[in-house]
């Protein structure tokens, strides 16, 4: 039965703040819509069970894609149209690109959005797998101001999300460092575009990291978190591959519809895990063949050279001299082992060392009371490139994170360290505020893991050139 308009009520305030306020003073009961493409079938097939509608078309704090340094911010209310003809997104997210184009035909990606597509929650969407494997994050704001969530933990179940009654889906972040990943795609249905998925697997990876994603094989779209696990770091040989296919079938709930059978599904998934590990170990053995232009030129500097060199990436002398030590290192996947694995020998002294290299969380630069010898200019330069969301904040987030460094400092004696690149100052000072209550052992160790990871992103950028 088709749908009464007399039925329904759709208003339009055209500003965020308005829709927000409205969202709040009765949550539950507006509908948010933006392009509309699910809301008309529903619509049209009179299935559509909220009766009053808000329209979030066009607004403005909900549209463009903002490059940054580190990441991209992609506005909810984006349209596939824009995804597909954006340059960034084409050349760095071509998963996510490839996906664009799939969703329906030009006039559903002229209208329908990505926020779109996330919380309309199908698991059969074309771009969510994609948002999965580039871990995407998302920001939710409401009255009661933003709040930045991992993508991976939004979908609850089938079509529950963990978004609040009086929440929006603000933006998509994805951080920019796959440039040099193999990216894998592929969408088997009736048809590639204007047709439901029967399955939509969304692939990335260097032998070192490696992100499987899949859509139409469970009630939300997942990652194969166990596969990964199985195959990074690993030569992707034939009995590797074999063992994958068998715990990606363990790992899928397929079900029968009227668009294919669970056997199909589960048959198809496996074969297409499996191309995606052959090809990525095809690239990985020419790359290798290849090896890094800046590994090889490194590993015939003199070794002062190649420590000043290197020194940047984390701070630590000692830490330095035990990676030149190693050479050769042919690729990034030995030279980012062997930085895990002197990292994680040294002693306190030279964990503090490394730490004393970073400014302080809100400053731009290190500071004398610091470190009598100011640390190089690379380093300097990327501790402004992981802070710049920081740098971004208002007065009210900086005064409070300067507060946090200073009670910090009191209890530890030593400066905060925190893996920023990507993070709100909110959530640094959410985790500031929690490690206060770390005693000093538990402390240091949680402060040596996130230097870890910030070596790891400065590696990966020393490589790049």
Known sequence: M??????????????????LSLLASEPGKWLPIAGGTDVMVQYAAGTL?????????NLPELGGIEVLTEEIKIGAGCTYTELREHEIVAREFPLLARAARWTGGVANQNRGTLGGNIVNASPAADSLPALLAYEADLILVSARGDRRVPYVDFHAGYKTMRLAPDELVRAICLGR????????????????????????IAALGTIGDIRIALGSVAPIPIRLTEVERLVTGKSIDPDLVQLARKMTIAAIQPIDDIRSTARYRAAVTANLVAEFLIKLGATVDQQNQAKNDVLARWNFLSAKAAVDEILPCCGSRAWADAVVARRPLSNEAMLLQASDEIWGNLAESDWIEAFRSHPRIGESRIGESQRPNLAPSRSATWSEQEQQNVTAADDAAKLALAEGNREYERRFTRIFIVCASGKSPSEILKILRRRLENDEHTELQEAAEQQRQITQIRLRKWLRG
Do not use: M, T
């Open 2 to 19: 088709r749908s009464n308009p007399a039925d329904y009520e759709l208003i339009a305030p055209g500003k965020l703040q308005a829709v």
């Open 49 to 57: 069970q909220s009766r009053r509608l808000v329209s979030i078309w």
């Open 177 to 200: 460092e796959f440039s040099n990943y193999f990216h894998y795609s592929r969408k088997v249905g009736a048809r590639n575009a204007q047709a439901i998925s029967k399955i939509c």
